[in-house]
């Protein structure tokens, strides 16, 4: 998929400019955005990716700005400081050390202008990761059988599990945070006399009025489990 999104935005952004390692950077960010193929279109000419993108941009031409103007003072010194002949040793050392502190200067110039887009553009990728690690973590955890019936408590830990890891910086990853919020499910449902370590039994089918059994919400649940092939549409 990262491969089409590459070609999405190369092809919608071309006229920026963007090089190969900036493009991947963007695709990687896109990926996060999309589940299908499909969306992937929409995703590159949303207004998000599009703010990004010519922001980039913007902070590339700082870049390839502060790099000419480095070079040109350079240059402006070499045509005022006309290197030595090589019999002068002493003049020589001078203007190579002269040099060097220019390419430092270049050096500094360069990583000054670049160093604002490596931030947002990692800024971007954090937030990227928390939305992916919460999707991941809250599909695994209200996934399961004792959530599906005691969603208030399940709710209840998924708030407080999401409280938890905003305090720390959100630095869990999806894995831990399902963890985290089961366990304060574990804790709630107990009060319940609910023991989650054992094997969930769902509730016996009930009957309507006419005494028919209602496996609607059974089928439901293996179906979802995989234990049932799904109906056909």
Excluded: C
């Amino acid at each position: 998929m990262k491969k089409r999104i590459k070609e999405a935005l190369s092809a919608e952004y071309k006229g920026l400019g963007l090089g190969d390692k900036t493009i991947d950077r963007l695709a990687d960010y896109v990926q996060g955005l999309v589940e299908k193929e499909e969306d992937i279109d929409t995703a590159v000419k949303g207004d998000a990716v599009k703010l990004l993108a010519t922001s980039i941009q913007g902070e590339i031409a700082g870049i390839k700005r502060a790099k000419e103007a480095a070079e040109t003072a350079l240059a402006d010194y070499k045509a005022k400081h006309p290197e030595k002949t090589e019999n002068n040793e002493d003049d020589g050392n001078d203007d190579n050390e002269q040099r060097l502190d220019w390419a430092e200067t270049l050096k500094a110039a360069i990583a000054e202008a670049v160093n604002p887009l490596t931030e947002k553009i990692s800024a971007l990728e954090k937030l990227n990761s928390t939305k992916a690690a919460l999707a991941g973590a809250r599909e695994s955890f209200f996934g399961g059988d004792y959530a599906k019936k005691y969603k208030d408590e399940a709710e209840d830990a998924w708030d407080r599990a999401v409280e938890m890891n905003e305090a720390t910086g959100n630095k869990m990853n999806a894995d831990e945070l399902a963890a985290k919020a089961t366990g304060y499910f574990n804790k709630l449902v107990s009060r319940k006399g609910v023991d989650t370590s054992k094997p969930f039994k769902a509730d016996p089918p009930q009957e309507d009025e006419e005494g028919t059994v209602d496996w609607s919400s059974e089928k439901k649940r293996l179906q979802d489990e995989g234990r049932l092939p799904k109906d056909q549409q």
